[in-house]
């Protein structure tokens, strides 16, 4: 390992029923063609420190609909890969689509509502595909953040959870 990194963000709204819009994306370099999040893409320089403004300007960028288009985003699941000799980081977030009236498409691919039992049918990369479904089980009815380590049959997720310095004189050697 090199220490080669692809830092990636990605985000998915839903609607006031609970359904979850997904993108068929097709010819990407990165991953086959399957589903994905509403929109995403890979970080740009000025936001290397700011996945929220990565995701809100591929949001822009693919579909055409800004911040005042859907609620406040909200950062569910940080995950990790180890895939092609790269570090792959995901930043997922979440937010509602509050613009009912806005025409949906996008450059990027085809766009469709699905129920969120129907989206663990779908093809989709192997990280989101396991991050999909925690957060249809578990992490859409809470307001934590968890991170998540990709294995070969699936991902270990572990909420994230602030906390303060350990005092180093409590430690003996």
Request: hydrophobic share 30%; aromatic share 12%; with cysteine.
């Amino acid at each position: 390992m090199d220490g080669k990194l692809r830092n990636m963000t990605s985000i998915y709204l839903y609607d006031e029923k609970g359904r979850i819009l997904m993108l068929y994306r097709m010819g990407s370099k990165v991953i086959k063609d399957s589903y994905i999040g509403t929109a995403g893409g890979h970080f740009e320089n000025p936001e290397l420190n700011d996945a929220k403004a990565c995701a809100l300007r591929e949001l822009k960028e693919e579909t055409g609909l800004t911040i005042n288009d859907i609620t406040e985003p909200q950062l569910k699941y940080v995950t990790l890969r180890y895939k092609d000799e790269e570090i792959r980081q995901n930043y997922y977030f979440f937010a509602r689509l509050t613009n009912k009236d806005k025409i949906l498409s996008s450059n990027e691919g085809r766009l469709k509502w699905f129920e969120p039992y129907e989206v663990m049918s779908l093809q989709m990369p192997h990280t989101a595909k396991y991050m999909i479904q925690h957060y249809i089980n578990k992490g859409k009815d809470t307001n934590k953040l968890y991170g998540g380590i990709a294995v070969p049959d699936g991902v270990i997720f572990q909420e994230l959870k602030q906390f303060k310095d350990i005092d180093k004189n409590k430690w003996k050697e």
